[in-house]
């Protein structure tokens, strides 16, 4: 992941909001993960057509943050969900 | 078997909590005649099946309840041609689906179907990676060439493949090259099943039950496997109940987050549990899905912990294994209400380990598994 990757969800992995439960999940194979706030908020950004750097400049607005700080985060954050598959970068595809 | 996080399994102190999973057998009818086939002995006709609009009303039934997965199984569920119709009702009620299949029968035509309607994930099943042995245990000669074709097709679509072998005594050899097979046809998954015996796999248990040397062996690949296709191949192992010293938390435990659909509405803690003698379960055609999960007798009679007998009711480790199986238990002690032999805590547990020794040098013919109760392999 770098600043200019457009992190998308691949088909397969749903991020949806459960009513019976009253929690956002990540829905893989197999695999069902819940995502904390911040993750959810930076995964419904993650669609492909905004970068990375897009990305981290609108959550630094929205929470009033410094936008390097923000970068870095949330960089490792999707770099993990990569390498577990539930993420892929467009660019790179 | 789903990773998940600890915040989705029902509270220990609750007996039940709102089902993860179904298990749709939409079917009993395959293309295939597996002797370990997963189905109760006493398969249900087509006839008996339930039709396309009952399926759509349940599958309604089913999201409502709160269920996150769908598994389309069987029998083989491609047999049913309003799978496509199926399929797509479930995902339009945010139902994670996936297709549990034998792939014999698939074409590219019907993935794409499939695919469109918004199948999530396929999962194949494979007998051997032979094509002489795949086609011995499953009783269809080319089956092995075809689910290879048909693996290549999920991947094609940019569709997730699981691959799910299960393995017994006449097939364990060959795990390291089933292991190159998931790699080769890019499954993410791989399943790596040893036969449970219940159902058509206990009346095989003397063509299929492995050696302890086999067992052994099995654990060592798995592990080295693992360690060196971290990252690229996921492979989940079950392990063989009668050479393990601690019980399976079999579906969870007993109506705990799990159920099973059989093909005429019947409603089954787990796709075993028909095995059981004098069970009576409820039929989706009866009650609605919602009563029959909370109230239904027989996903009552050993949810939580208040029906188990000792050594579990004291045991330390009874929330970790909810006390095993119970088709297990009825199986080999004739009384679904003990605690599973598999535990080294069971006082029957050296007569299993003894059983499955003298099993393992049992005779290699197969029954078939079919409609008629079964038919024995031919000689040669």
Request: proline letters at 6%.
């Amino acid at each position: 992941m770098t600043p200019d990757s457009r992190p998308a969800l691949p088909r397969f992995v749903k991020l949806r909001f459960d009513r019976a439960r009253d929690i956002w999940l990540l829905l893989a194979p197999e695999r069902i993960l819940i995502p904390d706030e911040t993750a959810v908020e930076v995964l419904k950004l993650c669609d492909g057509e905004a970068t990375l750097a897009a990305i981290a400049a609108t959550l630094a607005a929205r929470y009033d943050a410094p936008e390097p700080e923000i970068l870095s985060d949330v960089t490792a954050m999707l770099a993990d969900l990569e390498a577990k598959g539930f993420l892929r970068d467009r660019e790179a595809a | 078997m789903t990773e998940l996080s600890a915040r989705l399994r029902p509270d220990p102190a609750r007996s039940h909590g709102i089902p993860i999973a179904v298990l749709a057998e939409i079917t009993h009818r395959c293309p295939l005649q597996c002797p370990y086939c997963s189905n109760p002995v006493e398969l249900e006709r087509a006839s008996a099946e339930l039709s396309t609009e009952e399926w759509l009303r349940v599958l309604g039934e089913i999201a409502d309840l709160g269920v996150l997965q769908l598994h389309f199984s069987g029998g083989e569920p491609l047999a049913r041609r309003d799978l496509e119709t199926l399929v797509a009702r479930a995902a339009a009620l945010d139902l994670y689906t996936n297709l549990i299949t034998s792939a014999v029968t698939l074409t590219e035509a019907r993935l794409d179907a499939l695919a469109n309607a918004g199948l999530d994930h396929v999962q194949i099943s494979v007998q051997s990676v032979e094509d002489a042995l795949a086609t011995r245990i499953g009783g269809l000669r080319g089956a092995l060439e075809r689910k290879r074709a048909a693996a290549s097709w999920v991947r094609a679509r940019d569709l997730p493949l699981t691959l799910n072998a299960v393995m017994h005594r006449q097939n364990l050899h060959e795990l390291p090259e089933m292991i190159e097979m998931a790699l080769d046809l890019g499954a993410a998954r791989l399943e790596v099943a040893n036969v449970q015996y219940y159902g058509w796999a206990l009346k095989n248990r003397a063509a299929l039950m492995p050696s302890p040397d086999q067992i052994d062996t099995a654990s060592r690949v798995v592990d080295t496997a693992r360690e060196r296709l971290h990252g690229r191949l996921v492979i989940d192992y079950v392990e063989p109940d009668y050479y393990a010293a601690r019980p399976k938390p079999c579906m969870g435990g007993w109506g705990r987050q799990v159920f099973n659909i059989s093909p005429s509405g019947k409603v089954l803690p787990c796709h075993a549990a028909e095995s059981i003698a004098g069970m009576r379960f409820d039929s989706v055609r009866d009650h609605p899905l919602a009563w029959i999960w909370d109230h239904s007798e027989a996903m009552n009679r050993y949810r939580g912990t208040d029906w188990m007998p000792e050594p579990c009711r004291s045991c330390a480790h009874k929330h970790d294994d909810w006390g095993g199986c119970r088709c297990q238990a009825a199986a080999l002690l004739g009384d679904a209400g003990a605690t599973d032999p598999a535990c080294a805590f069971s006082p029957r547990h050296a007569e299993v380990f003894e059983a499955a020794l003298a099993f393992s040098e049992g005779s290699d013919r197969y029954t078939y598994r079919d409609f008629s109760g079964g038919t024995p392999e031919r000689d040669g």
